[in-house]
């Protein structure tokens, strides 16, 4: 690997990692040594790039930095291109649009010979089909889990029963055919999912909920992992 390509290599292992990450685990991830690496990010300090490093702990990018330019490797430009197609085929109508224009903005930095990653993809997905909620404004959801808002539905569950309640929720999911809200539900006083598809009636309530949005997504999503559940269960 050229030392320019494993400089940008180290900065993509910090900007992935969610902690400090080690010189040790870096060298294995890069197939190097560990010498090489400490020398590396002593480059990529020297060029004002913001590491921060503790010994025996290990080193973390800030937030905030930005590279000048795009670099994408062909395995990474096809992931974003068969992960916009996914969009465009599931997700709701604004998602779609954002999809096409984030490779839109990808194919004008592109070198003329990845061009065809994007243009004509070797990776794809099926077509996906209509999803049976129309009746939701899945974007205004979208913006309600972004702010913390609370909602006021109507939901007929499985077995047929209808319910009133108020939720807060903090996810949009797109499963195949069907959307999901992941939600802390008010009446159940516990996490609850709950299917787009059906909800009887719906308020976007102006009133937010005490705790923060990415608050309730993280407690969610670790009581997921704790459980050992691969994907959302029923509401």
Same mark, same amino acid.
Not at 54 to 67: D, K, N, T
Not at 173 to 182: H, L
Not at 209 to 220: H, I, K, M, N
């Given at each position: 690997?050229?030392?320019?390509?494993?400089?940008?290599?180290?900065?993509?292992?910090?900007?992935?990692?969610?902690?400090?990450?080690?010189?040790?685990?870096?060298?294995?991830?890069?197939?190097?040594?560990?010498?090489?690496?400490?020398?590396?990010?002593?480059?990529?300090?020297?060029?004002?790039?913001?590491?921060?490093?503790?010994?025996?702990?290990?080193?973390?990018?800030?937030?905030?930095?930005?590279?000048?330019?795009?670099?994408?490797?062909?395995?990474?430009?096809?992931?974003?291109?068969?992960?916009?197609?996914?969009?465009?085929?599931?997700?709701?109508?604004?998602?779609? =649009?954002? %999809?096409? *224009?984030? /490779?839109?903005?990808?194919? +004008? @930095?592109?070198?003329?010979?990845? $061009? !065809?990653?994007?243009?004509?993809?070797?990776?794809?997905?099926?077509?996906?089909?209509?999803?049976?909620?129309?009746?939701?404004?899945?974007?205004?959801?979208?913006?309600?889990?972004?702010?913390?808002? =609370?909602? %006021?539905? *109507?939901? /007929?569950?499985?077995?047929? +029963? @209808?319910?009133?309640?108020?939720? $807060? !929720?903090?996810?949009?999911?797109?499963?195949?055919?069907?959307?999901?809200?992941?939600?802390?539900?008010?009446?159940?006083?516990?996490?609850?999912?709950?299917?787009?598809?059906?909800?009887?009636?719906?308020?976007?309530?102006?009133?937010?909920?005490?705790?923060?949005?990415?608050?309730?997504?993280?407690?969610?999503?670790?009581?997921?992992?704790?459980?050992?559940?691969?994907?959302?269960?029923?509401?």
């Amino acid at each position: 690997m050229r030392r320019a390509d494993r400089l940008f290599e180290i900065i993509q292992v910090l900007r992935r990692a969610s902690g400090p990450v080690t010189a040790d685990r870096i060298a294995a991830e890069l197939e190097t040594s560990k010498r090489t690496i400490y020398r590396d990010i002593d480059a990529l300090v020297a060029r004002r790039v913001p590491i921060r490093g503790e010994a025996g702990v290990g080193y973390v990018l800030e937030r905030g930095f930005v590279l000048p330019p795009l670099m994408l490797t062909t395995d990474e430009v096809e992931a974003v291109a068969l992960g916009a197609q996914w969009v465009v085929a599931h997700a709701d109508a604004d998602l779609a =649009k954002a %999809a096409l *224009g984030v /490779l839109a903005k990808i194919a +004008t @930095t592109m070198p003329e010979d990845l $061009r !065809p990653l994007i243009d004509d993809p070797a990776v794809g997905t099926p077509p996906g089909r209509d999803a049976d909620d129309d009746h939701v404004d899945v974007a205004r959801l979208r913006k309600w889990c972004r702010e913390g808002r =609370k909602l %006021a539905i *109507g939901y /007929l569950d499985e077995t047929g +029963t @209808t319910s009133d309640r108020v939720i $807060r !929720p903090f996810m949009v999911g797109y499963v195949e055919t069907v959307r999901v809200i992941m939600a802390w539900c008010e009446l159940r006083q516990d996490f609850r999912v709950f299917r787009a598809d059906r909800l009887t009636t719906v308020a976007f309530l102006e009133q937010r909920y005490p705790d923060r949005s990415v608050a309730l997504r993280r407690r969610w999503l670790k009581m997921m992992r704790e459980r050992r559940v691969g994907g959302p269960f029923p509401g």
